[in-house]
């Protein structure tokens, strides 16, 4: 099973594409892509859009999981974020994805165990878990490679 777990953001969009060989799950590719804030903000959101589907293209996963917008005290970056998780969203539909949409205390209770773990912790979990030589970088790979961990348990486990 193939995995594409999405950080959503309209200036960073971190991903991570995990795959089961055998009985272990191997992270095969993780990174962020980055729009510039001299961009128009509608083509930063196509930008992502293509950005989303050149990744489904390339890596052609069975599942996607995508965070979701839990909680933000600045409503000006909650609306980019939530307007860059619809340009996400539809190039899964497009592409006829199964998707999961994860809470971050979602994916931090899958990772760490622990809702309220920092970011740290679930980077240094990440690494144990896919038995990376080191942290994912930047904080947004990471995220996303957490969010692919969860969303994998999500696809592969007859009930949640």
């Given at each position: 099973?193939r995995?594409?777990?999405i950080d959503?953001?309209v200036?960073?969009l971190?991903?991570g ?10 992270a ?10 001299e ?7 196509a930008?992502?859009?293509?950005f ?9 996963p069975?599942?996607?999981?995508v ?10 970056t909650a609306i980019a ?13 497009e ?15 899958s990772?760490t ?21 080191a942290m ?12 692919a961990?969860?969303?994998h348990?999500y ?6």
């Open positions: 099973m995995v594409l777990g959503p953001g200036a960073r971190g991903y594409v995990l795959e089961t060989k055998g009985n272990r799950i191997i095969s590719a993780h990174g962020c892509f980055e729009t510039g804030k961009v128009p903000h509608s083509e930063r959101l930008s992502v859009h293509k989303t589907r050149e990744l489904l293209k390339k890596y052609q069975e599942a996607a999981a965070e979701k917008l839990f909680f933000q005290s600045n409503a000006k974020v939530g307007e860059a998780r619809g340009a996400v969203l539809l190039a899964l539909a592409s006829n994805i199964p998707l999961v949409e994860l809470t971050p205390l979602q994916v931090k209770m990772v165990g622990n809702g309220r773990a920092d970011k740290r912790q679930v980077q240094k979990m990440v690494q144990i878990l896919l038995k990376l030589e994912p970088k930047p904080d947004d790979a990471a995220d996303a490679l957490a969010i961990i969860c969303g348990r696809a592969t486990t007859p009930c949640h």
